[in-house]
């Protein structure tokens, strides 16, 4: 299924203004008896929280390597449901093409919403790369064999580089580029320490009315 739905995703530009920007991340409680997927809806430039979304159902697909979409996939969907509008960029706490069959999490949603999205994981998954230099910004190709998969990407000075491929809709350099721009201080984009925090419990924040001019 993954290599057939491969064959779909685009790997170019495709998407016109973006003024909202989200980020997707999963956990689980009842010691994995339930998936609970978090969505944080971004206002940008300003990557100030819109709104956001929960949704909690029972993991039914275990834990395997290279399918994750599978496994988180539904929850997901399900808190994306709950949004009154969908967001103009997607930002995936996992692999987007930079998979072994080049349909990660952000590649697999990309496609099912239809919306440009992008990989931004915190480990390898695949492919073999350089040394990246130690300065903000700074990155290298992640390759598999001869073919580039994604970028390794210095996000601040001292920390761990991120894993950045285009998920669907969306170049490698502009998923590059919108990686860094929302980005603040830290080693993660706001739309994944957002994400994360709503997952993870430690955040139920209230949402900031809509921003003006959009419906």
């Known amino acids: 299924m993954q290599s057939r739905l491969a ?10 203004a973006i003024a909202r920007v989200a980020g997707v991340d999963v956990g689980f409680e009842d010691n994995g008896g339930t998936t609970r997927a978090a969505v944080a809806v971004l206002a940008f430039p300003s ?13 039914r697909f275990p834990y395997v390597p290279g399918l994750l979409s599978f496994r988180e996939a539904p929850a997901v969907l399900a808190a994306m449901e709950q949004l009154k509008s969908l967001p103009d960029l997607l930002l995936c706490d996992g692999q ?21 999205s992008i990989g931004v994981a915190k480990t390898r998954l695949i492919g073999k790369h350089g040394e990246v230099p130690d300065e903000r ?9 001869t073919e580039t998969i994604g970028a390794v990407l ?18 490698l350099e502009s998923s590059i580029a919108w990686v860094m721009a929302c980005l603040t201080r830290y080693r993660l984009p706001e739309t994944t320490r957002w994400a994360h925090r709503l997952a993870s419990g430690k955040e139920r924040p209230s949402p900031q009315p809509p921003s003006r001019g959009r419906g």
């Open 96 to 116: 987007g093409i930079a998979h072994p069959r080049r349909l990660g999490i952000a590649s697999h949603l990309g496609l099912l919403l239809d919306l440009p």
């Open 7 to 16: 064959a779909d995703i685009v790997c170019r530009d495709d998407f016109g």
């Open 47 to 59: 990557l100030q929280l819109e709104t956001s979304a929960i949704a909690r159902m029972p993991t």
């Open 154 to 171: 210095r996000t601040r000075r001292g920390v761990k580089p991120l894993y950045v491929s285009p998920g669907h809709r969306i170049g």
């Open 137 to 145: 910004g700074a990155w290298v190709p992640l390759k598999d064999g």
